[in-house]
Every structure is written in C-alpha cells, then in structure tokens.
C-alpha cells in the first residue's frame, strides 16, 4: 500500500528533516524516504521506495534486523552498528508504529553518531563559574531525536483542528528553540555572542508563560504588573526567552508543596539610578545603563542559605535531582545581553524570593 507520504503536500512537511527517515509499510517495504536518506545512503530516493528496509539497513545485531523488517512494536536503540557496502557507523535508531487509513505503518529515524573525542582537555569540562563539556557531549545525543519529534508534530499538525494546530506549533517552536539552546550551552563557557535585536521585552515574557503552561500540567497563578512605558530592549529573544522559561520553571519547582503558591511577574522603567553593565565597553571605557528591571518573584521556601553565594554556579543547585545548569545558564545570557541579575529574599513581605534582572534599552544599547 501507498503511504499518503508520497503526496506532495505531505512529503514537503518531513523531506528536510535533518536525519534519515524512513516510511515502512505492514510488510517492511519502504514507502517513503526523505532527503537525509539520499544522502546518508548514497542513493538516490526514487530507488529506495519499494525497497525491503532490509536492503537498505543491515546492522550487527541481528535481532535489530528481524525487528525492523517484521515487528509492529516501538523501539529505541542506541549505538548500534550499521554495515552496509559504503558506510560502516554507529547509529541510534528509533522505530515507531502508527496508523493511518486503516493501515500499519511505521517510521523509523537514523541519528548518526559522531566519533567520539580522544581527549578532552580539564579546562574544557569546567572553568570558574562557567560549563562546557557536558553540554557539549549530550548537545549532539539530544538534537537528534529532537529532529524526529519536529517531524512528528509536523505530521501531526496535518489532522489537527483549530485548537490542536496551536500546541503543534508551540511544539516545532520549542524544539527549534531548545536546538538553539543547546548550541548555546555547547559554548557556555566561551564568549559567543547573541545576536541583539530591539524586541518588545513584553511579548518574549508571554511567550515563557505560554510554554511553561503546556510544560506542566499545573501552574500557580501568575500575577502580571508590566510597565507599559518600556521602550525596546536590546536582547537576543531566544536568550531571554530561555531565562524567563528556567526562572519561571524554578519557580514553579518551589512552589510544589506551597498551600497558596503565587508566582509575580514585574516589569519597570528605571528613570533614576539604573544600574549600569558590570563590564565596560572597550572602545570608549563607557559602562552601558541597564534602566529596565524585570522581576520573576515566589513565595517558596526560597534558596538554602548553604549554596546562596554560588547558586549562579554550574553544577550547584537545590532540587535533589537538579543538574545545576539552569540558573548558571541564566547568567550566562544575562551577561551575553550586557545585563545584570541577582536574586534576593524578602522575609518581610510573605517570605518572596525574587530575581531580579536588568537590561539596556534598544537605545542606550546603542549609545553604550
């Protein structure tokens, strides 16, 4: 049987996937074949259709071999060996069953495995108050299976209604956009640059809320107060959509075991007193004014008094689980957009803990 992936309109949607992917048929004949496939395999996709995915893919382990050409189960294997007359790599598979007009199809995804690095320097694994390696060695095990659930959404965005297509879209948006964190993170403890732009600081904020509400099936209220006078913010918008994102899933973390959990977002103009960069510009000597405060507050139990002074610090966190990259993540592209933050305990008001950050205006960006 024909999968309705041949159809042009479809094919267009999963044809640029990064990695291979294939469309298998109840009997394991390939059906479909994306581009990556052309490439990886060095031949090209009109003749791959009809093929047993057998003759497409062989590996060492037998059992994988039997598996993709006959069962109907999922799979996820990593590290397997592929023969094959012009390619002998390692890859990670995964197999997926499905059904579509009445029929058993199944997709599969090929992430080719980099060859692993012979050495890796210490200075490369940890610096002072910076983390690379880790980030670095998983970067490329997570972006991969992130190509398959883009794809995914994709596909399932074709039959979704109107009220479906949104949380599609927010799907591919958030997959794009943890790619792009995670090439970040690869060079956390470099000086790449991100790319600033005047944004509506406001928009970037509701975007974080959204994606924090389809992440956890249940959020305390959010209490808003935005400045409306704020004018553009010089920020690169994935960077501060990352912060805004880690500080509001903290803050949901804390508020778990909270009776009457309440998360503030604040926004204000500065027109006195703004802080100023922590780092001067080079050219001129001149410190860049940093007049836009935005302010991420809970009434958790705040941060134990233990780790305070370092919990801007890779690999130091509170949560019995945690990795202690978030918040260290969080300064980082603080820093990147020439801002400031911090976070501070106010005992006296309903025990809130805030983090506070400060940005420059598009225009005083400019005029540092």
Request: proline share 5%; hydrophobic share 40%.
């Amino acid at each position: 049987m024909q999968s309705t992936f041949d159809q042009p309109d479809s094919t267009a949607i999963i044809s640029h996937i990064p990695i291979p992917l294939f469309i298998l048929d109840e009997a394991g004949i390939v059906t479909f074949a994306n581009e990556a496939c052309e490439a990886f395999l060095g031949k090209a996709r009109q003749k791959l259709l009809g093929l047993s995915i057998s003759d497409c893919l062989m590996f060492e382990e037998e059992r994988l071999n039997k598996i993709l050409v006959s069962s109907s189960s999922d799979l996820t294997a990593q590290n397997m060996k592929l023969t094959h007359p012009k390619i002998s790599s390692n890859v990670d598979i995964t197999l997926s069953s499905y059904a579509e007009d009445e029929a058993e199809l199944r997709l599969i995804t090929i992430s080719p495995r980099k060859p692993a690095r012979k050495h890796i320097n210490e200075n490369q694994l940890i610096g002072t108050h910076q983390a690379v390696g880790a980030p670095a060695i998983l970067g490329h095990e997570i972006k991969n299976p992130l190509a398959g659930i883009r794809g995914a959404a994709q596909l399932l965005a074709r039959n979704a209604d109107a009220a479906q297509i949104g949380m599609t879209e927010l799907i591919v948006a958030e997959v794009d956009r943890i790619a792009r964190l995670l090439d970040q993170m690869q060079h956390l403890g470099g000086g790449g640059e991100l790319n600033l732009e005047p944004q509506n600081v406001h928009i970037v904020l509701e975007r974080a809320i959204k994606s924090i509400r389809a992440a956890n099936p249940s959020v305390p209220p959010i209490s808003i107060n935005y400045d409306p006078s704020i004018p553009e913010v010089l920020i690169d918008s994935d960077g501060l959509l990352q912060v805004a994102i880690n500080l509001l899933q903290n803050a949901v973390d804390a508020l778990a075991d909270v009776t009457d959990p309440q998360i503030e977002i604040t926004t204000r103009y500065v027109m006195s007193g703004a802080l100023h960069a922590a780092e001067n510009d080079q050219k001129t000597g001149k410190t860049t004014k940093l007049p836009v405060e935005i302010k991420i507050c809970d009434n958790g139990p705040g941060v134990p008094e233990n780790i305070a002074d370092e919990i801007f610090s890779p690999f130091v966190s509170s949560k019995r689980d945690g990795q202690g990259i978030g918040l260290a993540i969080v300064r980082k592209l603080v820093r990147q957009m020439h801002g400031r933050i911090h976070f501070e305990r106010d005992d006296e008001k309903n025990l809130k803990t805030k983090f506070c950050f400060y940005l420059p205006t598009a225009e005083t960006g400019k005029n540092k």
